[in-house]
T-cell receptor, first 110, second 118 residues
Framework: GQQVMQIPQYQHVQEGEDFTTYCNSS?????IQWYKQRPGGHPVFLIQ?????EVKKQKRLTFQFGEAKKNSSLHITATQTTDVGTYFC??????????FGKGTRLHILP | GAVVSQHPSRVICKSGTSVKIECRSL??????MFWYRQFPKQSLMLMAT?????????EQGVEKDKFLINHASLTLSTLTVTSAHPEDSSFYIC??????????????FGPGTRLTVT
């Protein structure tokens, strides 16, 4: 079946450093979504990318959707302690059910 | 944004008993709700898709007789864990899809229910 893979699994960065997580799908996606889950919390929708090569920005967060619509990335510039959490990418399978990647756990070192 | 509530937030039950978890979309109608299970430090695993007025669709490996799903209205879906066992202890999260357009698949997640079976 369809797989959504994310790397890295964990990332420790110094506060102020940049952070990037990568997502790859085994199949072409009609869209890709990104979620953030704070420790002890539930996933919160961040953004959805639909178009090939699409780039969207939310303040310090930059989201990209690959040209082939099989990969995506989330880049955070100048991380802050509030960025701590697990970032999940997710995409619909052929039945439109959302399949989540395993997530990248971001830890910020003060 | 859209709000999804879940009740209870935490529940402890004895092995062999049943537990019902409610998922409500508070300010929108959701024809489709999803139930996920998340073990510690792991990703969300889709258990089933709940469609209003029809039977739920279960993912492979999920026992439909053990995890009973009812989607009686456009704002409420329930998950009942029957004859719970310690291995059913997990974080159960529901989500609801708000159809905002042909290509919009925003999902809003409930706060989750932490189930502990003793």
């Amino acid at each position: 079946g369809q797989q959504v893979m994310q790397i890295p699994q964990y990332q420790h960065v110094q506060e102020g450093e940049d952070f990037t997580t990568y997502c790859n799908s085994s199949t072409t996606l009609s869209n890709i979504q990104w979620y953030k889950q704070r420790p002890g919390g539930h996933p919160v929708f961040l953004i959805q990318l639909v178009k090939s090569g699409e780039v969207k920005k939310q303040k310090r967060l930059t989201f990209q959707f690959g040209e082939a619509k099989k990969n995506s990335s989330l880049h955070i510039t100048a991380t802050q302690t509030t960025d701590v959490g697990t970032y999940f990418c997710a995409g619909p399978d052929r039945d439109d059910k959302i399949i989540f990647g395993k997530g990248t756990r971001l830890h910020i070192l003060p | 944004g859209a709000v999804v509530s879940q009740h209870p937030s935490r529940v402890i039950c004895k092995s062999g008993t049943s537990v019902k978890i409610e998922c409500r979309s508070l300010d929108f109608q959701a024809t489709t709700m999803f139930w996920y299970r998340q073990f510690p430090k792991q990703s969300l695993m889709l258990m089933a898709t709940s469609n209003e007025g029809s039977k739920a669709t279960y993912e492979q490996g999920v026992e439909k007789d053990k995890f009973l799903i009812n989607h009686a209205s456009l704002t409420l879906s329930t998950l009942t864990v029957t004859s719970a066992h310690p291995e059913d202890s997990s974080f159960y999260i529901c989500s609801a899809r708000e159809v905002a357009g042909i290509f919009s698949y925003e999902q809003y997640f409930g706060p989750g229910t932490r189930l502990t079976v003793t």
